[in-house]
């Protein structure tokens, strides 16, 4: 009998903590933690419609939120398009904890630097960029962009010249944030963001 209660005790401990990882990660559980809608594959304003619903909800519930790249892609072009300055086309892509902007940027807007100066005239109007590295909350509702890797027109940009890349870019003076970092304001009722698995991991301000 004892150990019959032994073994009854040791289910309802699995059972107990089975429901508490299933609450924690119940965002990340399909048909769990409310109505979730299925992951965008493809870039466009329906994308970006998706991407402020799910922010709508998280204002609502007080829960993060997870953004693929295509709907933060999505976000950037179609409702965000003043959050990445002159950079036309923006493209974001998430690996593990590493954020990749890309997109098209005036040729005028390129660094002086002596590689791309010998063939700036043979470039076009505009030319590529990309641009990587991992976020950084710098306080509630303010991130920044803190820069690994800078490439325009396919040319690597030494880190020396990082900050007149940035400047290139668009960047704003803020205090919190170093000059080898591209700060910018997060979407209403955003306190955080963060890029993990994959994923941008948004925390919203306060909870409900």
């Given at each position: 009998?004892?150990?019959?209660?032994?073994?009854?005790?040791?289910?309802?401990?699995?059972?107990?903590?089975?429901?508490?990882?299933?609450?924690?990660?119940?965002?990340?559980i399909p048909g769990l933690?409310?109505?979730?809608?299925?992951?965008?594959?493809?870039?466009?304003?329906?994308?970006?419609?998706?991407?402020?619903?799910?922010?709508?909800?998280?204002?609502?519930?007080?829960?993060?939120?997870?953004?693929?790249?295509?709907?933060?892609?999505?976000?950037?072009?179609?409702?965000?398009?003043?959050?990445?300055?002159?950079?036309?086309?923006?493209?974001?892509?998430?690996?593990?904890?590493?954020?990749?902007?890309?997109?098209?940027?005036?040729?005028?807007?390129?660094?002086?630097?002596?590689?791309?100066?010998?063939?700036?005239?043979?470039?076009?109007?505009?030319?590529?960029v990309m641009v990587s590295?991992?976020?950084?909350?710098?306080?509630?509702?303010?991130?920044?962009?803190?820069?690994?890797?800078?490439?325009?027109?396919?040319?690597?940009?030494?880190?020396?010249?990082?900050?007149?890349?940035?400047?290139?870019?668009?960047?704003?003076?803020?205090?919190?944030?170093?000059?080898?970092?591209?700060?910018?304001?997060?979407?209403?009722?955003?306190?955080?963001?963060?890029?993990?698995?994959?994923?941008?991991?948004?925390?919203?301000?306060?909870?409900?």
């Open positions: 009998m004892a150990r019959r209660r032994g073994g009854m005790v040791g289910v309802v401990g699995i059972v107990a903590v089975l429901a508490l990882a299933v609450w924690f990660f119940r965002d990340r933690g409310g109505p979730r809608s299925v992951a965008a594959t493809q870039v466009s304003p329906e994308a970006a419609k998706q991407a402020q619903e799910k922010l709508a909800r998280m204002r609502e519930s007080g829960d993060t939120v997870h953004l693929n790249a295509v709907e933060f892609t999505s976000l950037l072009r179609y409702d965000l398009a003043g959050l990445t300055g002159p950079l036309r086309d923006p493209s974001v892509d998430f690996v593990d904890n590493t954020l990749k902007l890309s997109g098209r940027v005036a040729t005028s807007l390129l660094p002086r630097m002596p590689e791309l100066d010998q063939v700036r005239r043979f470039l076009p109007d505009t030319a590529d590295g991992s976020l950084r909350t710098l306080r509630p509702g303010h991130a920044a962009l803190g820069v690994r890797d800078v490439s325009f027109a396919r040319f690597p940009v030494p880190a020396t010249y990082y900050p007149q890349a940035l400047k290139g870019l668009g960047r704003r003076s803020d205090p919190d944030a170093r000059e080898d970092e591209y700060p910018f304001t997060l979407p209403p009722g955003v306190a955080s963001a963060e890029v993990e698995g994959g994923e941008l991991v948004l925390t919203p301000s306060r909870k409900p």
